[in-house]
C-alpha cells in the first residue's frame, strides 16, 4: 500500500490518499464502534463524488468573483 501512495501524485493522489486513509480507518473502526466504521465507509465511497462537486462549487465561484 505505501508504493500505491508513493505512485498516486496530483489530482488523483489528492483522491486516493483520504479514501484509502477512511477506509482503513473505517474498517478499524468497525472493531470498537460499528457505527463510525459503517459512517466512515460511506463516506470513503462518496469522497470522490464530494471532491468533483467542490472543484465545480470552487470553480463556479471563481467564475463569479472575476467578474
Not at 30 to 53: K, Q, S
Amino acid at each position: 500500500m505505501g508504493s500505491l501512495l508513493a505512485v498516486s501524485s496530483g489530482e488523483a493522489g489528492d483522491v486516493l490518499r483520504p479514501m484509502l486513509t477512511l477506509i482503513v480507518g473505517g474498517l478499524l473502526m468497525l472493531l470498537f464502534v460499528p457505527v463510525i466504521g459503517w459512517a466512515a465507509l460511506a463516506l470513503a465511497l462518496c469522497y470522490p463524488l464530494i471532491y468533483w462537486m467542490a472543484g465545480r462549487a470552487g470553480a463556479v465561484y471563481g467564475r463569479r468573483k472575476a467578474r
